[in-house]
């Protein structure tokens, strides 16, 4: 922020979102494929992806991180 970069994601529809990350290196086969954290560190990579609950995740976006 100290350099006017920013510091949040665009509000884009989820639907968009997920548009763009099918055309992602990682999409294999028409599957796409998330690294995801497990630890500070530790990442996992996985097709098992339930589609809904990455639309809901996605367009929850910031509300997610509220307490």
Do not use: F, Y
């Amino acid at each position: 922020a100290a350099l006017g970069l920013p510091v949040r994601a665009p509000e884009l529809p989820a639907t968009d979102v997920i548009a763009a990350m099918g055309m992602d290196k990682k999409v294999v086969s028409g599957r796409l494929r998330l690294v995801l954290a497990t630890a500070i560190g530790q990442v996992t990579t996985t097709e098992d992806i339930d589609g809904n609950a990455l639309l809901d995740t996605l367009a929850a976006g910031e509300r997610l991180c509220d307490s």
